[in-house]
């Protein structure tokens, strides 16, 4: 049967008749034949012959039986499904496994219009965490940290002084890549060792999606020359695999570093509030994307957008400041402190009296 398969395909194809997925009308019928294993199914004929070429079906379908026989009715109205006029309805396209995307709206009704996040990854922020606390270097580690952090800080000034906005922008590009580096090779040693992380996989993704969103939050409110761009692409390309061999190396160290770059950042953003309420820097809008992102006011502006991200650094610091703390090299990763997700982590942190 295989063989026969074979040569009908073979005579079909010199003969210039295809025999993949087609099908012939006449007289508004339509006329299909379909192979469907070693199977041959003639659907339509006419005058005792059999008209139509061969259809090459799925073994495994992902649609159900009754949508495949709506497909195989509207045939006749064209070949292409996707290409089909709608004639002014709304037809909601289906994924690869049949599964149409529900509608999603936001509280009021309206559709909500991101595919980035969604409504249930949106929260407001904790604007009562303490935004002074300071981590005071106690050990040759610590040190090393400590000054790496603010000997980095020299360039960053140079470059960009008091442009907060093109600051934050580059400084987001890099910040997302520890939460990501930490949490796939915790992934990996997961895998390795076969032992649960405590959450904390979960909770340095998370962190690098919410230091993600900052980004997007920033390149609406401040658009990257071109130059801008080249540094981004130097800098991340750098850090990314210079901190990959530290978290290899020292995880322990590595959170550390983490954590003075957030207290950094918390510095910058404060920096850029003060030029906000001097009027240095304009107070427009706030986008549309931190309105739902951070669950805020519709006429909330750019103030509210920097408190809010500033909040969430601080919130990143006293993260990975524990996580320093906690990190044990004896190869259980960090031991105490397990959390199901970043925030989460907020009500073990407030019961740590110095980190």
């Given at each position: 049967?295989?063989?026969?398969?074979?040569?009908?395909?073979?005579?079909?194809?010199?003969?210039?008749?295809?025999?993949?997925?087609?099908?012939?009308?006449?007289?508004?019928?339509?006329?299909?034949?379909?192979?469907?294993?070693?199977?041959?199914?003639?659907?339509?004929?006419?005058?005792?012959?059999?008209?139509?070429?061969?259809?090459?079906r799925r073994m495994m379908s992902s649609s159900p039986a009754s949508v495949e026989k709506a497909t195989s009715e509207k045939a006749d109205k064209t070949e292409n499904p996707v290409m089909e006029e709608t004639k002014g309805k709304e037809v909601m396209a289906a994924s690869y496994w049949?599964?149409?995307?529900?509608?999603?709206?936001?509280?009021?009704?309206?559709?909500?219009?991101?595919?980035?996040?969604?409504?249930?990854?949106?929260?407001?922020?904790?604007?009562?965490?303490?935004?002074?606390?300071?981590?005071?270097?106690?050990?040759?580690?610590?040190?090393?940290?400590?000054?790496?952090?603010?000997?980095?800080?020299?360039?960053?000034?140079?470059?960009?002084?008091?442009?907060?906005?093109?600051?934050?922008m580059m400084l987001e590009t890099v910040a997302a890549v520890p939460g990501m580096v930490g949490g796939m090779l915790l992934h990996l040693k997961s895998l390795r060792k076969f032992q649960q992380s405590g959450g904390w996989i979960k909770a340095l993704l998370e962190e690098a999606e919410?230091?993600?969103?900052?980004?997007?939050?920033?390149?609406?409110?401040?658009?990257?020359?071109?130059?801008?761009?080249?540094?981004?692409?130097?800098?991340?390309?750098?850090?990314?695999?210079?901190?990959?061999?530290?978290?290899?190396?020292?995880?322990?160290?590595?959170?550390?570093?983490?954590?003075?770059?957030?207290?950094?950042?918390?510095?910058?953003?404060?920096?850029?509030?003060?030029?906000?309420?001097?009027?240095?820097?304009?107070?427009?809008?706030?986008?549309?994307?931190?309105?739902?992102?951070?669950?805020?006011?519709?006429?909330?502006?750019?103030?509210?957008?920097?408190?809010?991200?500033?909040?969430?650094?601080?919130?990143?610091?006293?993260?990975?400041?524990?996580?320093?703390?906690?990190?044990?090299?004896?190869?259980?990763?960090?031991?105490?402190?397990?959390?199901?997700?970043?925030?989460?982590?907020?009500?073990?942190?407030?019961?740590?009296?110095?980190?």
């Amino acid at each position: 049967m295989n063989r026969f398969v074979v040569r009908s395909v073979m005579r079909g194809l010199i003969n210039g008749r295809s025999y993949c997925s087609c099908s012939s009308i006449g007289n508004g019928e339509v006329y299909r034949s379909a192979i469907v294993g070693r199977s041959l199914e003639l659907s339509g004929q006419r005058n005792g012959m059999a008209f139509g070429g061969f259809e090459w079906r799925r073994m495994m379908s992902s649609s159900p039986a009754s949508v495949e026989k709506a497909t195989s009715e509207k045939a006749d109205k064209t070949e292409n499904p996707v290409m089909e006029e709608t004639k002014g309805k709304e037809v909601m396209a289906a994924s690869y496994w049949g599964i149409s995307r529900p509608k999603i709206t936001r509280e009021d009704g309206t559709d909500w219009p991101w595919n980035c996040f969604m409504p249930w990854e949106t929260y407001k922020a904790d604007l009562s965490v303490d935004l002074n606390k300071h981590h005071k270097p106690k050990n040759f580690t610590d040190k090393f940290a400590y000054r790496t952090v603010k000997l980095l800080r020299v360039p960053t000034d140079i470059f960009f002084q008091r442009r907060y906005g093109c600051r934050a922008m580059m400084l987001e590009t890099v910040a997302a890549v520890p939460g990501m580096v930490g949490g796939m090779l915790l992934h990996l040693k997961s895998l390795r060792k076969f032992q649960q992380s405590g959450g904390w996989i979960k909770a340095l993704l998370e962190e690098a999606e919410n230091e993600r969103m900052h980004l997007m939050t920033m390149v609406e409110l401040v658009k990257p020359k071109w130059y801008e761009r080249l540094l981004v692409l130097t800098v991340q390309g750098v850090f990314f695999n210079a901190f990959f061999v530290l978290y290899m190396l020292s995880p322990k160290l590595a959170h550390r570093i983490v954590g003075y770059l957030e207290e950094e950042a918390i510095h910058s953003y404060t920096e850029y509030l003060k030029d906000i309420d001097s009027g240095a820097i304009e107070n427009v809008p706030a986008p549309a994307i931190a309105i739902d992102y951070w669950r805020l006011p519709k006429d909330a502006t750019l103030k509210d957008v920097i408190t809010v991200i500033r909040a969430d650094e601080a919130h990143h610091r006293d993260v990975n400041h524990f996580a320093s703390v906690r990190y044990s090299f004896s190869g259980k990763g960090i031991e105490r402190g397990a959390c199901s997700s970043w925030l989460s982590l907020r009500l073990i942190l407030d019961r740590v009296e110095s980190v």
